[in-house]
């Protein structure tokens, strides 16, 4: 492993101004973000929405840092023959590939998952780094809320087989000199408050960091990619802007450590605007050992869809809905966004 190499990757991962476009949707997710634009899911419209957002050409060199992709995508190639991955390099942006395989149900936790995806991971990595990836993602699922059982969720088991094979996953992909993002995930979709969001996504990173540490993974050539503490979607007290950025912070300061270079966090199912404004605040707080940046899916791609809607007469209007979204976080990553 180089680590000056794999740094200067995760430096310019989170540099300021810019953030990550998350479109690694698996062929499942896509299909759902299809059907609700009403567009078949099929390789050439899966194709033609990624080619659109990767020649936003505006978007790609002034705000995106990096691309997270999928399997098929990072195989492919544009209309014209340059393959996609190719686009994404011209633009001055960094590619990426999602690596896990998704979730299985956790063995004696009702309720609860594990994300697979290990096996021959070493095979796949060395793959993709020849294909141009030069940073991966893998994500771990932990929900809030009641087992079937009844049992509170999360279990410790849940955390720990989690933590696990997230730093198996980040050890192996910097030994194939490969910039890992952590992504533990603790959804929002329960009715729970922010307060109870907040000690579980402790326990998550606090057991995902001891883990990292005891598999040797270089900090350095990390980033970390987690959810904000936040109030469930379904509970009745949602807490304002400045809340979720004051105890979000907190919450980071006490688990990450500052050898890490910088934080990008995901949507998670938070509006446009929530999630450009939550990154703001954070921002604008500032004082803070690590940079602060977006690694967004849906609130960066939930506007180009609705503009773009499968017509190749409406690609323009889908950059554009893009760009917009692109410029107010990467404004937002340095504190400087106003609505
Ligand atoms: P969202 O921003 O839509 O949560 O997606 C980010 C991501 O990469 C999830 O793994």
Redesign the pocket.
């Known amino acids: 492993m180089n680590l000056a190499d794999l740094n200067k990757v995760a430096v310019a991962m989170v540099v300021p101004g810019k953030g990550i476009l998350?479109a690694?949707e698996s062929s499942g997710t896509i299909k759902k973000r299809f059907d609700a634009i009403k567009v078949e899911s099929t390789e050439d419209n899966r194709r033609d929405y990624r080619e659109m957002l990767f020649r936003s050409k505006e978007a790609m060199s002034h705000y995106i840092s990096g691309v997270?992709l999928y399997d098929e995508t990072i195989c492919q190639n544009a209309k014209d023959g340059t393959p996609l991955v190719k686009l994404i390099e011209q633009a001055g942006s960094i590619p990426g590939i999602?690596v896990d395989e998704g979730t299985q149900g956790l063995p004696n936790c009702p309720g609860e998952l594990v994300t697979v995806g290990l096996d021959k991971l070493a095979e796949r990595l060395k793959n993709y780094y020849d294909r141009g990836a030069r940073f991966a993602?893998w994500?771990a699922v932990i929900d809030i809320g009641q087992g079937t059982g009844g049992h509170r969720i999360p279990s410790m088991t849940a955390i720990r087989v989690n933590a696990h094979a997230l730093a198996r996953y980040a050890a192996l992909c910097q030994a194939a000199q490969i910039v890992p993002i952590v992504?533990p995930?603790v959804l929002m979709d329960g009715d729970h408050d922010i307060d109870r969001c907040y000690e579980v996504t402790q326990r998550v990173l606090n057991k995902t960091f001891q883990e990292l540490r005891v598999q040797r993974v270089a900090l350095e050539g990390m980033i970390l990619?987690p959810n904000m503490a936040v109030s469930g979607k379904k509970s009745a007290k949602q807490a304002s802007v400045q809340e979720v950025a004051e105890k979000t912070i907190r919450l980071l300061k006490s688990c990450v450590p500052a050898a890490v270079p910088g934080i990008a966090?995901?949507?998670?199912?938070?509006s446009d605007e929530e999630?450009t404004a939550h990154l703001n605040a954070m921002n604008a707080i500032g004082n803070l050992p690590w940079r602060l940046t977006?690694?967004?899916?849906?609130?960066?791609?939930a506007a180009p869809q609705k503009a773009w809607s499968g017509k190749s007469e409406n690609v323009a209007a889908g950059q554009r809905a893009f760009t917009h979204r692109a410029h107010m976080n990467a404004l937002a990553s340095t504190g400087r966004w106003t609505t």
């Open positions: 998350a690694d997270i999602k993602k994500r992504e995930e990619k966090f995901l949507s998670g199912g938070q999630a977006f690694s967004y899916g849906r609130a960066l791609q």
